[in-house]
């Protein structure tokens, strides 16, 4: 199956004008992290509440492009309800799609339409962000993760 670049747009679109979860914190947290990605600004912060190994609830913040807004939107929309082990599936899946190695191998559900973004490999990035801040939070990571290393530490002194 592949998406059409007119749907890819629409949907992108659409999460972008009307992003699901933002805003929204869910009551108690019990996992949360925070990304940022240096190329284009993109910086996000992630809620969740997990309870009994499932993602009850979960709601972003921050600001960043048009790909990194759709994406968090579709990653919150992804994993809500799914099990810790299901949305690090999905994770690993998005990750290697838009990575370029080659197929998921597991199935991605909404967020497939993300594959349109490997036509834009500057936006890649973008597009991983919101996943690379799930994956910190469910790993209990604390600090703040960033989609380039080196640049961890100019930011935090900023
Ligand atoms: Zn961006």
Known sequence: MSISPD????????HNRNPRNFLHHPEPTTHE???????CNDEFRVHLKVRDGVIEDLGFEG???????ASASIMTDAVKGKRVEEA??????VHRLLAGEGEPGT??????VLEGVRAYPMRVKCATL???ILHAALT???ETVT???????AHGSA
């Open 88 to 93: 690090e599936q999905l994770f690993e899946g």
């Open 7 to 14: 749907l890819y747009e629409e949907i992108i679109l659409d």
């Open 107 to 112: 199935a991605l559900g909404k967020a497939r």
């Open 130 to 132: 919101p996943w690379h």
């Open 33 to 39: 992290a925070h990304g940022f990605n240096p190329i």
């Open 147 to 153: 989609t380039e290393a080196d640049e961890e530490a």
């Open 140 to 142: 209990g990571r604390r």
């Open 63 to 69: 600001a960043g492009c048009a790909i990194s807004t």
